[in-house]
């Protein structure tokens, strides 16, 4: 997601060069478009990377102080008009923010209408338009761009991490924070901002990390802090010891552990501005100008690869089941060469994290070929599957770094609940299904959230089990997938014989290999298949095979049948996949850690493959 860096300081005119050096060490976080302004040299932006940013930078381009920005596209394509930072009507207040702000819309109807000048289609742009109206309006005094900064901090809805300066106090940097990280650098005659400690490091180790309704204001050698009600705030230092790399990682040791607890977020940004749960109803932008053409849509073709394809076959099973749509999911790598029948009435959906999966992308253009609407759930912004798509619904889950796909997948099976509303809802589906649906997925973070705390207990159990050779994963319904996915992530990172299958396929052939060396995670939640798993258990522990089953929380009756049990918050059906999948992300990066490995980036994978 976007990364903000700002500096003040007395030590030359460096800022652009620190800066620029700042914004290459936050390009791991992904982003789409850089941009940088100098009070005593002015802006410059563009789209793509730090390195074209530096090319368009002049010579003379000086300055003690300035801010920039990485740009990861929410409202507006990723171009240099919507790059950060933004400006006033002026040119004299500028913004770098990361977040979204819900009430830009009203926001810059009222700001119009009172004579101001937008120059982007992005919401930040609202937030310097009204600090400039709050200044114009104040008594000129040292503190009124403080003042102006806060008035408009309080209208503002949504969430930020901020840093606003203005050309005419250029030595002070104000911040602001609201569910996206900021953190301030404390030098000796010079200060920072960021979104994350790594560009901070190289110049000092001394930091704060502002919490949620709190603004800073830093100049060369010195720093406040107060709340949104103007209430002062006092904070200590904290002082680094880590590297830059683990800063990126937030302390975590691994990227895959830090996304995998970053699920909360992810599902939060994920429904961001696109329920209305009052009416059941899902908003999907992206989406509106074909959906006309989806009223008529009978038939649906999900094309995706690996951990994609089984978030696919769990839109599979709630398409069909809640909007009443037939739906097939095919590998990308096979689709193209199959010959498939396709007409305007059938939409081919491809679902893919990168955007750039080769396979995915060929079956798109096969599609459009065939003369298909052509559909994208992609998480990275302006990537080609995005592009070559006629519509479609971005995750918005931030970039990933782990191979393994977590967080992705997640968001993933998230869109494809809000995909499912909005067709449903042009279908079928009652306003009270609608909301019951809405409901359940607003209530699904703070689910996550309780069941991250077990991580502790599921690191135990991976170590109990890590000296397996082998392991089966068994579902049924929406969790059938959910086993394929918990295999393929255990042998991905920790290189064992892992498979997914049916509960009920399991006597046709799998059954076989069970024996007291063979554990099985069964994925049993309290759902309408619940007494079918119990019965599949029961043939496993007949064969002395051990059994870990991820169950219902207060599930008192599996934990007598079972070796080992994790307990998951009920929700349902159709959604049970987002929690049940997270222990089994867990579970194979504790057990490949407890073996060594290199869990973010395991042998012979790539995180995005652009061949066949
Ligand atoms: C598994 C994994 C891969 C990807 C697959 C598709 O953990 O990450 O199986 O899901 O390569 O990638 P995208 O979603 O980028 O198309």
């Known amino acids: 997601m976007c990364g903000i860096f700002a500096y003040t300081g007395k030590k030359g005119k460096d800022a652009g060069g620190i800066l620029l050096k700042g914004l290459l060490s936050l390009e791991y976080r992904g982003y789409d478009s850089a941009g940088i302004y100098l009070p005593e040299s002015g802006s410059v932006k563009t789209p793509g990377a730090v390195a074209e940013l530096r090319k368009k930078i002049p010579k003379n381009f000086k300055g003690e102080s300035g801010i920039a920005h990485l740009r990861w596209a929410t409202h507006g394509e990723p171009t240099e008009k919507n790059a950060h930072p933004h400006a006033d009507c002026d040119g004299e207040i500028w913004v770098v923010h990361n977040g979204i702000i819900e009430n830009f819309k009203e926001l810059k109807a009222r700001l119009v209408k009172s004579g101001h000048t937008f120059k982007s289609d992005s919401d930040t742009e609202v937030i310097t338009h009204l600090v400039e109206d709050h200044l114009k309006k104040s008594a000129k005094g040292a503190k009124s761009f403080e003042k102006a900064a806060l008035a408009a901090l309080n209208e503002i809805r949504g969430t930020y991490g901020i840093a606003l300066q203005y050309k005419n106090e250029p030595d002070k940097i104000i911040a602001a924070r609201m569910g996206s990280p900021i953190v301030l650098g404390l030098g000796g005659d010079e200060h920072f901002i960021a979104s994350d400690p790594s560009p901070i490091l190289p110049h000092t180790r001394k930091v704060i990390f502002l919490e949620d309704g709190e603004v800073a204001v830093i100049s060369p050698d010195k720093h406040r802090i107060f709340k949104l009600d103007a209430t002062n705030v006092k904070r200590k230092a904290t002082k680094i010891d880590w590297s830059a790399e683990d800063a990126r990682k937030d302390g975590y040791e691994h990227f895959m552990l830090k996304e995998i607890m970053e699920g909360p977020e992810v599902i939060e940004n994920t429904l961001r501005g696109r329920l209305i749960p009052a009416k059941g109803l899902a908003k999907l932008g992206g989406l509106e100008s074909v959906a006309k053409q989806l009223e ?59 955007g750039e999966t080769l396979d995915t992308l060929e079956a798109v253009r096969e599609g459009k070929r065939r003369g298909a609407l052509t559909l994208g759930i992609v998480n990275s912004v302006g990537s080609t599957i995005a592009r070559e798509t006629d519509a479609g619904v971005y995750n918005h889950a931030g970039p990933e770094i782990g191979v393994a796909s977590t967080k992705a997948f997640i968001s993933q099976l998230t869109a494809l609940a809000l995909l499912t509303m909005f067709l449903g809802r042009q279908r079928g589906m009652t306003a009270k299904e609608g909301k019951i649906i809405a409901n359940e ?172």
Do not use: W
């Open 296 to 354: 008529k849509i009978e038939r649906i073709i999900i094309v995706a690869c690996g951990s994609a394809y089984y978030a696919g076959l769990v839109g599979e099973y709630m398409l069909e089941e809640h909007a009443g749509i037939p739906v097939e999911v095919e590998l990308g790598s096979e689709f193209r060469y199959r010959k498939p029948v396709l007409n305007e009435r059938t939409a081919v959906l491809a679902i893919s994290q990168s």
């Open 441 to 612: 997925l607003r209530a699904l973070p703070a689910k996550l959230q309780k069941l991250l705390k077990q991580k502790e207990s599921i690191d135990i159990l991976a170590k109990k089990y890590s000296g397996s050779r082998d392991f089966l994963f068994l579902g049924r319904r929406y969790n059938l997938p959910v086993a394929f996915e918990g295999a393929l992530k255990l042998k991905e990172i920790s290189y064992i014989h892992a498979e997914g299958c049916g509960a009920g396929e399991m006597k046709h052939g799998p059954i076989a290999m069970i024996d007291e060396k063979f554990p099985t995670m069964a994925i049993a939640p309290k759902d309408s298949m619940y007494q079918k798993m119990i019965s599949n258990i029961h043939e496993i522990k007949a064969r002395k095979g051990s059994v870990i089953a991820v169950a219902t929380d207060g599930d008192k009756e599996i934990a007598k049948l079972v070796d080992d049990v994790i307990y998951v918050p009920e929700t349902i059906d159709m959604l049970s996949p987002i929690l049940n999948v997270v222990p089994l992300q867990l579970f194979a990066y504790y057990f490949a850690k407890e073996k060594g490995l290199n869990v973010d980036r395991p042998r012979n994978l790539a995180k995005s493959v652009t061949v066949e």
